[in-house]
């Protein structure tokens, strides 16, 4: 049998991928599964360096201004990967396309394995490997809930969001996918205009007793 490990780490990154969503009605009951495509893992990192307004998650709380931002976390990764990559291109005699990194990875795929390099091929899985993982890390959206109080900086009034609609400004809690104990959770307010952050469980304690202590004030 043939090793397409490199093949099949190629292929994670450079080709799209297919997720089957449940559709539900407002009360719950299921309607239909349907397939949702979405680009390959190293066009969703360049794409997410500078987000559009289509881009952001389906979110009615993105404001103009928070739109088309430069995201510096996924562009020192874009530029991490392009640079490994071109390096990858050169010794293969590949032209690398900074603006099509997944036809770049293809193009020095075939190129690499004309050449038979297979001494250096673990190395290479590795590598592609790491940036899959880095990629989809950084693409999952995190886990959150409602943290039941009201933002303590801009208070309890409700804010309007640029679909007109009025919307309760409570704290949210997000926490990674992978990472269940909160270790490297945060507490954010959901008002656009504002978007008060605490960082880490120690940040998120103090403020929860913080915000106990102003709701027995009030209620005593």
Known sequence: MSDT????????????????????????????TVPVEHPPLLQQLADAVVPSAGNDGGSKSAS?????VLDSDALYDLL????????????????ANRSDLPATLRAWYAAYIGRAQFDAEGW????????????????ERPKSFEAGYPCPIC???????????????????EYPRDEPDLSHARTICR??????????????EELGDELREAVEKVSG
């Open 5 to 32: 490990r490199l093949l099949d780490a190629v292929d994670a990154l450079t080709k799209p991928t297919i997720d089957h969503v449940k559709q539900t009605t407002d009360d719950g009951e299921y309607l239909r």
């Open 64 to 68: 103009a201004r928070e739109r088309n």
């Open 80 to 95: 991490l990967i392009q640079k490994q990559l071109i390096d990858m291109c050169a010794w293969v005699d590949v032209a």
């Open 124 to 139: 290479y899985v590795s590598t592609l490997n790491k940036w899959a993982g880095q990629i989809r890390h950084r693409m």
């Open 155 to 173: 208070g309890p009034k409700p804010w309007i969001g640029t679909d007109g609609e009025s919307y309760p400004n409570m704290l949210i809690v």
């Open 191 to 204: 008002n656009p205009e504002c978007r008060a952050e605490w960082k880490g469980l120690g940040a998120i």
